[in-house]
């Protein structure tokens, strides 16, 4: 279970075809749940890997006028300035932490589990793993940020992860999440992990929705766990799903 209480359902799973070697950990965006995610990664999944899409509580969220909504934290507001729910964040990542010590006691050494998510979802698997002493395989972000981006590099001071694997994807015209915050999370990450191993790409026309080749996500899994060097940053085009 991930959130911040323990209201929020059991995860939605799609287990692996045979003995699950590794797992992703794919984390919604903000009103959204699991379940759609669960059925999208379903048509490419890896036959060795565990897919686990956790839920967010239902909590008020501030942005959405206090309407009570999936939310892994609360957000007050979009600007580069605003006011972050540091407690809720803090909260929400040793949540995930939690569960991915559950994969480990399942057998899933933690340096094969990738995190991921779109939005929120993204956002807080990459604080998560910035500040978790589990080595992770490493991060896919889709339309992110980095929360607390002002307590970096204090904050990632005893990490696991300076060599982790980290693939952000961004479409230049999304309203919500504005490309400048997905550039300024890939230069700060840069600084925080190996830069060889951080891969940034933009969509043409995308607004805050799916990145359009999915199917890259199912070969970034591979090239975590292979260990070979993270493809580089390169622009792309794309249009919404």
Request: a positive charge; glycine letters at 10%.
């Given at each position: 279970?991930?959130?911040?209480?323990?209201?929020?359902?059991l995860p939605a799973i799609v287990p692996a075809a045979?003995?699950?070697?590794?797992?992703?950990?794919?984390?919604?965006?903000?009103?959204?749940?699991?379940?759609?995610?669960?059925?999208?990664?379903?048509?490419?999944?890896?036959?060795?890997?565990?897919?686990?899409?956790?839920?967010?509580?239902?909590?008020?969220?501030s942005l959405n006028m206090r309407m009570s909504m999936?939310?892994?934290?609360?957000?007050?507001?979009?600007?580069?300035?605003?006011?972050?729910?540091?407690?809720?964040?803090?909260?929400?990542?040793?949540?995930?932490?939690?569960?991915?010590?559950?994969?480990?006691?399942?057998?899933?050494?933690?340096?094969?589990?990738?995190?991921?998510?779109?939005?929120?979802?993204?956002?807080?698997?990459?604080?998560?793993?910035?500040?978790?002493?589990?080595?992770?395989?490493?991060?896919?972000?889709?339309?992110?940020?980095?929360?607390?981006?002002?307590?970096?590099?204090?904050?990632?001071?005893?990490?696991?992860?300076?060599?982790?694997?980290?693939?952000?994807?961004?479409?230049?015209?999304?309203?919500?999440?504005?490309?400048?915050?997905?550039?300024?999370t890939a230069e700060k990450m840069k600084s925080l992990?190996?830069?060889?191993?951080?891969?940034?790409?933009?969509?043409?026309?995308?607004?805050?929705?799916?990145?359009?080749?999915?199917?890259?996500?199912?070969?970034?899994?591979?090239?975590?766990?292979?260990?070979?060097?993270?493809?580089?940053?390169?622009?792309?085009?794309?249009?919404?799903?």
């Amino acid at each position: 279970m991930c959130g911040n209480n323990m209201s929020a359902p059991l995860p939605a799973i799609v287990p692996a075809a045979r003995k699950a070697t590794a797992a992703v950990v794919f984390l919604h965006g903000l009103g959204d749940t699991g379940h759609g995610w669960a059925e999208a990664f379903a048509g490419i999944r890896l036959p060795h890997v565990k897919y686990i899409f956790p839920h967010a509580p239902t909590m008020p969220v501030s942005l959405n006028m206090r309407m009570s909504m999936p939310s892994w934290f609360d957000i007050y507001g979009l600007s580069p300035d605003a006011d972050e729910d540091e407690a809720g964040i803090k909260r929400a990542s040793e949540n995930l932490k939690t569960l991915i010590e559950q994969e480990v006691r399942n057998g899933i050494p933690s340096h094969r589990i990738i995190l991921g998510g779109f939005s929120q979802g993204g956002a807080l698997s990459l604080y998560t793993a910035l500040t978790t002493q589990q080595k992770l395989a490493g991060v896919i972000a889709l339309s992110s940020w980095l929360p607390l981006r002002k307590s970096f590099p204090q904050a990632a001071a005893n990490s696991a992860n300076k060599d982790m694997h980290v693939l952000q994807c961004h479409g230049d015209a999304d309203p919500l999440v504005p490309l400048m915050f997905g550039t300024q999370t890939a230069e700060k990450m840069k600084s925080l992990i190996n830069p060889a191993n951080m891969a940034f790409k933009t969509y043409r026309g995308l607004p805050h929705s799916t990145c359009p080749e999915f199917g890259r996500l199912c070969w970034t899994v591979a090239e975590c766990e292979g260990g070979r060097n993270s493809p580089q940053a390169q622009q792309g085009s794309g249009t919404s799903k």
